[in-house]
């Protein structure tokens, strides 16, 4: 057992080795992105690489601040890349990234998140459907005649003034802003993904959970009454800080995403006083259980032999002819400032 351990070691300060310039071919070719937002939990899908008969590490290639690690499998070229864990820093790198790898087929961003449903245990693992946007505003307390950034308490006069509204994800080809609730996940993709991932899978010592709605928003959330509201205002089972982040990029640039989140922790779960969160106990364990449910993906989804050549014809493509019907959910939703989001 240790010197199993020994090798796992080699085997990824390997990764971390600067390699040889990646060839634009692989870059021009690469079908399939996987994005985390940390190092641990790029560190849980580089070991799960690493089980998958034959997948090879080809290199790795720094773009300013910016570093994607490249395998080839299955006769296709897989890149992965860390995004950082809020929205903006999400945002920015996976539009980065789609423009220096024009033709991404699939986007599968794989790690942790806190579960909002106590039924999800930390190490389950939950694949949503869609996914909203939540905010914690700016509320006035009427105590202090002042206006500050807080959590949802309901001690404070003003709670129910707040009500969540839908989120504006960009412009359509009128320059009218696009509003939504909900951005999902490609029917086709995640018809596949609910194929390939029963159940019950006996080899698992987790729960798989696809299907339902995700949240994400930019603040931690580890507050019970906010938890409360999130499920609540959005039958939401799931919360992270990047994932929305994630369907609006890829739905900008029109690529299919996949969103498989680890439960770490149930959000707010902690007792008042007590330091502590399930999280620091429970994290590697479910990036550990994300990474294996990609690479069980990974295994069985279907990934077309792809040979594209050094031109980025995939983006000119989309300018030239953009495809008349979009896959994605995208509600035009009229501002209100007290839509609820049901």
Not at 200 to 225: E, H, K, L
Not at 236 to 254: H, P, T, W, Y
Not at 264 to 272: C, F, I, P, V, Y
Not at 284 to 311: C, G, V, W, Y
């Amino acid at each position: 057992m240790l010197l199993k351990h020994i090798l796992f070691s080699i085997h990824l300060l390997y990764f971390q080795l600067d390699s040889y310039s990646i060839p634009q071919q692989i870059e021009s070719n690469c079908s399939v992105l996987c994005v985390c937002s940390q190092k641990f939990e790029r560190d849980a899908i580089l070991r799960q690489l690493q089980r998958l008969p034959d997948c090879k590490f080809m290199g790795k290639k720094q773009y300013n601040n910016l570093t994607v690690r490249f395998f080839s499998y299955r006769d296709h070229y897989l890149a992965l890349a860390v995004s950082g864990k809020n929205f903006l820093s999400t945002s920015h790198r996976l539009f980065k990234l789609f423009i220096l790898l024009p033709n991404v087929e699939k986007v599968f961003f794989t790690g942790i998140g806190g579960s909002l449903d106590p039924c999800l245990k930390p190490g389950d693992v939950c694949i949503p459907e869609k996914w909203a946007c939540h905010s914690t505003g700016y509320l006035y307390n009427k105590r202090t005649d002042e206006t500050h950034a807080v959590r949802y308490e309901p001690e404070l006069p003003n709670y129910e003034d707040f009500y969540p509204s839908s989120t504006e994800i960009g412009v359509d080809s009128n320059d009218e802003i696009v509003r939504t609730h909900f951005l999902a996940c490609s029917p086709s993709l995640f018809t596949a993904v609910q194929t390939i991932l029963p159940p019950t899978n006996p080899d698992y010592n987790f729960s798989v959970q696809c299907g339902g709605i995700g949240v994400s928003g930019t603040v931690f959330v580890d507050s019970a009454p906010y938890r409360q509201h999130l499920v609540k205002t959005y039958g939401a089972g799931v919360v992270d800080m990047e994932s929305f982040a994630v369907a609006a990029a890829c739905c900008e640039f029109q690529t299919p995403f996949c969103v498989i989140r680890g439960i770490s922790d149930l959000a707010g779960n902690r007792k008042h006083g007590n330091s502590e969160n399930a999280i620091d106990a429970y994290r590697d364990t479910a990036a550990n259980n994300a990474a294996i449910t990609f690479t069980d993906i990974l295994r069985s989804i279907e990934l077309p032999k792809i040979n594209h050549p050094q031109m980025p014809l995939k983006l000119i493509q989309q300018c030239l002819f953009p495809h008349p019907k979009l896959e994605f959910n995208i509600e035009n939703v009229p501002h209100s400032p007290k839509v609820t989001a049901h």
